[in-house]
């Protein structure tokens, strides 16, 4: 079902275009949404081989192959899976590469609930699970055991932004016989393509910028042709396949995200600028800042920024912590990310084992969602003022 379009095309007309053929379905601009379990077979014969495109709901439909046939395209990617939640897009990858006796290296900035899952089944699992400095680089390779089977990387980290150097990651641990995983939901398939760099497998929460409007769960996870077999032998064994809405709604999302993230991105660096000056503020951990120590790594490899990063408060505690979100009236109090409007949260470092994260105060990150920017200026010099007041 590719399209007939130029052989060279921008990321923008393949955002708009990707994945899928009108002329199969009635010249109609979008997908049909195919609820579907059964699919009916002509004949017996054709049933016993399995010999037609669509077998059953949990396989793929028009549906679901519109979005993977986008994300490849996007990813460079062999194959992509559609999963429930961005949760399940870190989990199953992690499940598919990974056996009892094996080790697995997860930077220390990971996403909490990847480290969670981490320390309770893959460890009941018989898994050796070790964590290390999102700044290691090529040192990785003084990590790395004779069973370590998967490096999972998140560039940049969650909560404090760390850059990773992936192609320096990936050539020691592809050296030690690893296969290298990364979470790249901050940069999207817009800004970073994990398989040029080096990574196996691309993974992402689409429930943030793909989705784009805060109302779908999703999860996509991309391989290159060496470990797309055995994703795709997972993904049909554990069987968590992802509903014909939600993927309606993010490739619905994909067509808009390019504009979307532009406005984020501008937004978020002026934004990201301006609070450096500002009184009551030690740090911004913004990789576009030039002041930042991953400022280098982001240029050389990423081809642009979203909308959140954190701000470490110069001294104080939760008191001061809450005060600043307390006095918030625009920025909502909310987990997640990715919509279109701008949520705050605490970010807790107490689970870090290696990374402790900055020290000055409390660290608080911010969705820059596409609110007029004076606004928000305004909105975060008030709880700037109630932090310092607390
Ligand atoms: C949000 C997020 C996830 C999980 O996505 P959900 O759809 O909320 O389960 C995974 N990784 C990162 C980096 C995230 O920010």
């Not at 192959?65 to 999963?83: C, F, K, P, R, Y």
């Not at 996403?111 to 320390?119: D, L, S």
């Amino acid at each position: 079902m590719a399209r007939r379009l130029p052989g060279k095309i921008g990321i923008n007309t393949q955002l708009t275009h990707g994945g899928y053929e009108p002329s199969d379905y009635f010249g109609f601009v979008n997908p049909p949404v195919v609820h579907a379990s059964t699919v009916l077979f002509p004949d017996a014969a054709t049933m016993s081989s399995r010999g037609q495109k669509y077998t059953y709901g949990t396989h793929a439909t028009p549906t679901t192959d519109a979005l993977t046939q986008a994300v490849n395209e996007l990813e460079g990617s062999a194959g992509t899976i559609l999963v429930p939640s961005g949760l399940a897009a870190v989990t199953i990858p992690l499940l598919a590469f990974l056996s009892a006796g094996d080790h697995v290296l997860i930077v220390d900035s990971v996403y909490f609930p990847t480290r969670r899952f981490a320390n309770t089944m893959l460890k009941r699992l018989g898994v050796e699970v070790d964590y290390y400095d999102p700044h290691v680089g090529a040192g990785i390779s003084a990590l790395m055991k004779p069973n370590t089977r998967v490096v999972l990387t998140e560039s940049p980290g969650s909560g404090t932004f760390e850059v990773q150097d992936i192609p320096a990651i990936a050539k020691a641990a592809h050296a030690g016989g690893a296969v290298v995983m990364m979470d790249n939901t901050w940069a999207t398939p817009l800004y970073f393509r994990p398989l040029d760099f080096g990574a196996d497998i691309s993974i992402h929460a689409a429930t943030k910028y793909p989705a784009g409007h805060s109302d779908v769960l999703l999860g996509m996870v991309s391989a290159n042709e060496a470990c797309w077999p055995k994703l795709l032998e997972a993904y049909t064994n554990v069987g968590c396949c992802a509903g014909p809405d939600d993927v309606y709604q993010v490739l619905r999302g994909l067509r808009t995200m390019g504009i979307r993230l532009e406005r984020h991105q501008k937004s978020a660096l002026d934004i990201a600028r301006w609070l450096e000056a500002q009184p009551g503020i030690a740090r911004v951990l913004h990789p576009g800042l030039e002041s930042n120590p991953g400022h280098a790594l982001w240029k050389r490899d990423f081809s642009g920024a979203s909308g959140i990063f954190s701000v470490v408060l110069d001294g104080g505690g939760q008191a001061q912590s809450h005060a600043f979100l307390d006095a918030l009236t625009i920025f909502g109090l909310g987990y997640s990310w990715g919509g279109y409007e701008s949520l705050a949260v605490p970010v807790l470092l107490g689970d870090r084992t290696v990374a402790k994260g900055p020290s000055e105060g409390p660290v608080i990150r911010l969705q820059i969602g596409l609110e007029d920017v004076e606004d928000l200026k305004s909105d975060l010099s008030g709880a700037l003022e109630a932090a310092r007041l607390a």
